[in-house]
């Protein structure tokens, strides 16, 4: 089964939790390519190795916190902040030619890749919902070194992870799973070229497939399905997202820098608006819905340098038909890397590089997690002077944070005007004002482990 908690709109856990506990490493879930080293350990442990597939279940079914398996998983995620060793791997160098369809499915001569799509969708009568789904591979060694597959059907040198959130704005809850699987008998994989009949990447029932034959260009595999669920906590998505923009190639051509070091760094494309429909279940409820999603495809072998601590990333969808990217990369002692950037997209699908020296965050209100006592960034003022854009950005719920091995905070948000629209108006007034966008933003190396027995 999957862990998940239910939570007020305040960010209250109803269940209560210990005291915080602030003496455990502060971990980032940037570098993505420390999940092979998790999923490592957890293969010495067994917890993937002698099952077919895994989702987080009750804590008595979890290796115990504080267990030597974990402490050499904390150990390994701060070592992977540089990357660890790149040997054998291939790594983002130089801007290379993006080729589609292939490059929707796997890169095993990389070690990490993830496929994220995040949706602000609306049911009947407005009820407002946020969803989050993202399937990341992993190799556990260079593929130089690995050797084939061999006769055995379980054998494999990949090993899948996914995570789905629902958080739901009428009844105040926020949901998120968690699963593993290998990438052997059919359990997990990929498959993007027009001979294989479609594009699909998957995880047992969770799984993004095109509904028709892949076809060459970047929007081949549309319109896509999205499929996830956790009978145990009761929800579920079933959707179809449609590009409502051509493909954006992140950083230059796509190749995303984020350390200063050669390597350091991902290919990273996004399709910034897609149409959605489909149907949400969450607390017994289906739902209609329809609303917007944002995809990015990323993959890397190694990414953030050792001085860097994490990041806060913001994609906001704009009424008026603009879509802004940018992130933060944060420096262990707080301050802002040159090397963050994004970008803005027109209405028509033309997009603008965003400098670090381009946009500038405030944060104007914190939210303390009932974990540990965490503290997350909760509301921001955005600023991108040259597109004259000063935006207020909160979140629909306070408590959105990801739960799972490695933990963050990611959530769906609403965009007002920074500033009050009318002259008589105060800061205070922020909270009337009517929303101008939605987005989503991630925050990553604020908290650490979960407490032992949590």
């Keep these: 089964m999957s862990d998940a908690r239910s939570r007020d709109g305040t960010g209250r856990d109803e269940a209560g939790h210990d005291e915080p506990r602030r003496d455990e490493p502060i971990m980032s879930r940037l570098d993505w390519a420390a999940f092979a080293l998790i999923v490592f350990v957890a293969l010495l442990e067994g917890w993937l190795f002698f099952g077919p597939g895994r989702e987080r279940g009750s804590r008595a079914e979890e290796p115990a916190r504080g267990s030597s398996a974990d402490t050499v998983a904390a150990m390994s995620l701060a070592e992977a902040m540089g990357g660890g060793d790149p040997t054998g791997y291939a790594r983002a160098l130089e801007p290379r030619a993006f080729e589609f369809p292939a490059d929707h499915g796997a890169h095993p001569d990389f070690r990490t890749e993830w496929w994220y799509v995040t949706s602000n969708l609306e049911g009947p009568g407005g009820r407002r919902f946020g969803v989050h789904f993202t399937i990341f591979r992993s190799a556990l060694a260079p593929p130089v070194t690995s050797g084939a597959a061999g006769p055995d059907a379980w054998a494999t040198n990949d090993v899948y992870m996914g995570h789905f959130a629902v958080a739901d704005a009428a009844s105040g809850t926020f949901t998120e799973s968690e699963r593993f699987t290998r990438g052997a008998a059919g359990l997990a994989g990929t498959a993007s070229s027009p001979d294989a009949g479609r594009f699909r990447v998957w995880m047992d029932d969770w799984a993004m497939e095109s509904l028709t034959a892949p076809t060459p260009g970047a929007d081949g595999v549309f319109p896509l399905r999205l499929s996830a669920r956790d009978p145990d906590r009761g929800t579920a998505i079933d959707l179809v997202v449609t590009p409502e923009k051509p493909v954006v190639l992140q950083g230059d051509a796509g190749l995303s820098q984020k350390g200063a070091e050669p390597g350091n760094a991902s290919y990273y494309y996004s399709f910034t608006r ?34 860097q601590e994490g990041w806060d990333w913001f994609a906001l969808q704009l009424d008026d038909g603009r879509d802004l990217m940018v992130y933060r990369l944060r420096g262990l002692d707080g301050s802002t890397d040159p090397l963050s950037k994004g970008v803005l997209v027109a209405p028509d699908g033309s997009s603008t590089p965003v400098t670090s020296d381009d946009f500038a965050l405030e944060v104007l209100e914190t939210w303390e997690s009932p974990i540990d006592g965490a503290t997350y960034p909760s509301t921001w003022r955005v600023r991108v002077p040259s597109a004259d854009l000063d935006l207020r950005v909160r979140p629909l719920l306070r408590d959105q944070e990801m739960d799972v091995t490695v933990r ?10 920074a500033e009050p629209a009318s002259t008589t108006a105060t800061r205070g007034d922020a909270g009337a004002r009517e929303p101008i966008g939605r987005g989503y933003v991630e925050l990553t190396g604020y908290a650490g482990a979960r407490p032992p027995g949590g």
């Design 274 to 307: 897609l149409r959605t429909d489909g149907t949400i279940v969450t607390g017994g409820d289906t739902v209609a819905v329809a609303g917007r999603s944002w995809m990015d495809r990323e993959w890397s072998t190694s990414a953030l340098d050792a001085s």
């Design 408 to 417: 963050y905070w990611e959530g769906a948000v609403e965009v007002l005007p």
